[in-house]
């Protein structure tokens, strides 16, 4: 069904204007011509804590790998506040595990009982021989020691709730200073920086732009009458990709994004590849933005998205 549909498609596609007629070749993969090549990754670092950058060890053009240190905004401040914040903590979870005044009232309890019960037990062999008045006394005294033990133990408990909120506050201080260290959130290379060392930023302010390029999206629109999504899902693709002086780049790659919705026409779908670039005297190869030719193989099984490629130069 597949092969009769793609054998009636440049009849289909004839009538659609604008549509290259080697968009489906004789062997029935599809080519689309002018496709866009773009970065995956592209953001705007901004600053998330107010003050002056400390420390900007990067420029344009510098490459970075994930977690790399790309600026640190003045952290003294923070640093103390997460001192204090520790040994707060720390106190607290002292205070929640100290039993000494539990033991104590425990011990003074033991005691207090032991002398009314000797009262008791002293009236009961010979009545009168200690006053009413004592004996009730000294079970006052040993009440009092019982609820000293209650007393020490919700004590305890309450430090135990102190203690998570120093450590509540303890992990509030620790994210307000790794706000202020700004660490690359992916690979990439600084294409623009906004602000120099010792200039003052707010929360919010960009500092620079990462771009990813080790790999990239290829994108292009294809006919909902020609296609289905689980034609093209997976399938791996060939990219001819140009460059100055007539050369050409051949790279594969996969279909790893087919759209589920139509455009507003009604008439086609996005379709995404991912391919790998690499870098050649310091330079990558591939430079987003630049019109390519993508075939898609629908004779192939799907492949992985990692499977994607350079497979050489060429000159037209």
């Known amino acids: ?111 207090a009982y032991a002398d009314w019960q000797g009262d008791l037990k002293a009236n009961l062999d010979n009545p009168q021989t200690v006053a009413e008045s004592d004996i009730r006394q000294k079970k006052l005294i040993y009440e009092k020691s019982m609820l000293q033990i209650e007393k020490s133990q919700k004590g305890r408990e309450l430090a135990k709730l102190d203690a998570r909120t120093k450590e509540a506050e303890r992990d509030a201080a620790k994210m307000a200073l790794e706000w202020r260290t700004i660490t690359a959130p992916f690979d990439g290379e600084v294409v623009s920086t906004y602000r120099k060392e010792s200039e003052w930023v707010s929360p919010g302010d960009p500092i620079l732009k990462l771009v990813r390029f080790d790999k990239l999206y290829v994108e292009n629109f294809v006919d909902a009458q020609v296609f289905n999504r689980s034609d093209l899902q997976g399938k791996p693709v060939t990219v001819e990709i140009p460059r100055a002086r007539g050369e050409e780049i051949l790279v594969t790659g996969t279909l790893v994004y087919v759209s589920q919705e139509l455009t507003t026409d009604g008439k086609s779908f996005r379709v995404r590849a991912e391919v790998q670039n690499r870098l050649k005297n310091n330079s990558w190869l591939i430079q987003p933005g630049v019109k390519a030719r993508m075939t898609v193989h629908l004779d192939r099984p799907a492949a992985s998205a990692s499977s994607g490629k350079i497979l050489g130069r060429s000159t037209r």
């Open 1 to 111: 069904m597949l092969i009769f549909r793609l054998a009636i498609a440049a009849a289909l596609l004839s009538q659609l204007g604008g549509v290259d007629s080697r968009y489906v070749q004789s062997d029935s993969n599809p080519v689309l011509d002018a496709c866009l090549v773009k970065v995956q990754d592209e953001v705007r670092i901004p600053a998330q804590e107010p003050g002056l950058l400390i420390e900007f060890p990067v420029k344009e053009g510098s490459r970075v790998a994930e977690g790399d240190l790309l600026a640190v905004i003045d952290d003294r401040e923070a640093t103390a506040m997460l001192r204090i914040a520790e040994l707060a903590l720390k106190a607290a979870l002292q205070r929640a595990q100290d039993k000494i005044e539990e033991r104590y009232a425990t011990k003074a309890a033991e005691v």
